[in-house]
């Protein structure tokens, strides 16, 4: 099994093996060009993420945008990212149709282990799934593995390390469901 393999069945994989190494490269170069285009030309702009991304239809991300891979990023259907988004996607990282996030927000498939020795050497990734009609604030940081069901509002500067039912309002550090909406 090669290491993009282990990595995308979210097995223990070695981050800096060169096809790995050279992917994150390419990734970077197009974020780059994204970040740096020209803003009145915000179609222009989104063309040059659809060369990492599946996008579906009608999206929008205001810059910067930072990923990994971006082969891993799926967005669906009216998507809108405020400045400053960094996915890590070292597992698939799914959106919804109808996404709002705010600014600042860190999304991570990636982690690393507890074990200091075995950090040194390997990394590890879990799927995140964000449903329908899902709202993020600013500064949201959503952890490996959390799925986030239709419907909810994540509140401003949570840290998502747990999945959140649908029709849920849920805030803080740890995040935590406050109340449900119709």
Do not use: Q
Request: net charge negative; glycine share 10%.
């Amino acid at each position: 099994m090669t290491e993009k393999e282990k990595m995308l069945a979210g097995l223990p994989y070695d981050a800096w093996e060169e096809t790995l190494l050279n992917e994150r490269t390419h990734a970077k170069v197009v974020c780059h060009r994204f970040n740096h285009a020209d803003p009145a030309k915000p179609d222009e702009r989104m063309a040059i993420l659809g060369e990492l991304l599946v996008i579906k239809d009608k999206a929008h991300m205001e810059p910067n945008f930072f990923c990994d891979y971006g082969y891993n990023i799926t967005l669906g259907s009216n998507f809108y990212a405020n400045h400053n988004l960094t996915i890590v996607d070292v597992c698939p990282v799914t959106f919804g149709d109808n996404i709002l996030i705010g600014p600042h927000v860190m999304i991570s498939a990636g982690g690393h282990p507890v074990d200091p020795v075995e950090r040194m050497s390997v990394e590890f990734g879990k799927p995140v799934s964000i449903g329908n009609n899902v709202w993020i604030g600013g500064n949201v940081s959503i952890l490996p593995g959390v799925e986030i069901g239709d419907n909810c509002v994540i509140g401003a500067g949570s840290v998502v390390n747990k999945s959140i039912p649908a029709n849920s309002v849920a805030v803080g550090n740890p995040c935590r469901v406050i109340k449900t909406v119709a």
